[in-house]
């Protein structure tokens, strides 16, 4: 697939890129950078979710403990994210995060920190650089969020576009339908999507 991409500034720095917009009367030559997605007006992805797919907004849910006890209400799971922290509004003697999102249930899981831990998460519809999986588990560092470090990894991959990873050291908030990427260094080896299941 790699082998098709076609990158339109090739090799032109960010500096030489903004200079081109300016000089073609872009607005965008002067726009701040930015880590958000950028028609995402105030970060608030809940009221785009609202706005483009109103009909897949599922309202109001319970909060649950990972015991299934209630300890309050949401206005909707599309508000959180796994490993959140701020805006859960439940008091609770210790922090409580964001440990699973339940669409099936409308609800919304809650944990101490060490909860959100996870040794090894299930990866599906990986994409190899290479073309095909590796014949043999690979050594890697495998991100699993945008601004995630990376963590040192065992990938075992598998024929049916799957992989398992095996963290060295657990891993904090591995989020299902996130992307998963495994570097050798600085070289992407390949990449897909946490699935649920992640331990």
């Given at each position: 697939?790699?082998?098709?991409?076609?990158?339109?500034?090739?090799?032109?720095?960010?500096?030489?890129?903004?200079?081109?917009?300016?000089?073609?009367?872009?607005?965008?030559?002067e726009?701040?950078?930015?880590?958000?997605?950028?028609?995402?007006?105030?970060?608030?992805?809940?009221?785009?979710?609202?706005?483009?797919?109103?009909?897949?907004?599922?309202?109001?849910?319970?909060?649950?403990?990972?015991c299934?006890?209630?300890?309050?209400?949401?206005?909707?799971?599309?508000?959180f994210?796994?490993?959140?922290?701020?805006?859960?509004?439940?008091?609770?003697?210790?922090?409580?995060?964001?440990?699973?999102?339940?669409?099936?249930?409308?609800?919304?899981?809650?944990?101490?920190?060490?909860?959100?831990?996870?040794?090894?998460?299930?990866?599906?519809?990986?994409?190899?650089?290479?073309?095909?999986?590796p014949?043999?588990?690979?050594?890697?560092?495998?991100r699993?969020?945008?601004?995630?470090?990376?963590?040192?990894?065992?990938?075992?991959?598998?024929?049916?576009?799957?992989?398992?990873?095996?963290?060295?050291?657990?891993?904090?908030?591995?989020?299902?339908?996130?992307?998963?990427?495994?570097?050798?260094?600085?070289?992407?080896?390949?990449?897909g999507?946490?699935?649920?299941?992640?331990?």
């Amino acid at each position: 697939r790699l082998a098709r991409t076609l990158f339109p500034l090739g090799e032109l720095s960010k500096d030489e890129v903004r200079e081109r917009a300016r000089g073609l009367g872009l607005a965008t030559a002067e726009k701040a950078e930015s880590q958000e997605i950028c028609f995402v007006p105030d970060a608030d992805y809940a009221r785009v979710v609202e706005a483009i797919r109103p009909d897949a907004v599922p309202g109001e849910g319970d909060i649950v403990d990972t015991c299934g006890r209630v300890l309050g209400r949401h206005p909707g799971i599309h508000h959180f994210t796994v490993g959140q922290r701020r805006g859960i509004g439940i008091a609770a003697r210790e922090p409580l995060f964001v440990q699973a999102l339940d669409p099936s249930t409308n609800r919304v899981i809650v944990a101490g920190e060490e909860a959100l831990r996870s040794s090894e998460a299930r990866v599906e519809a990986v994409s190899w650089v290479a073309g095909s999986a590796p014949d043999a588990p690979v050594e890697a560092t495998v991100r699993v969020r945008y601004r995630h470090a990376g963590a040192k990894a065992l990938v075992e991959p598998s024929r049916d576009g799957r992989a398992f990873v095996r963290f060295a050291e657990p891993v904090r908030a591995i989020s299902p339908g996130q992307a998963a990427v495994f570097y050798r260094g600085d070289e992407v080896l390949g990449g897909g999507w946490l699935a649920r299941g992640a331990t």
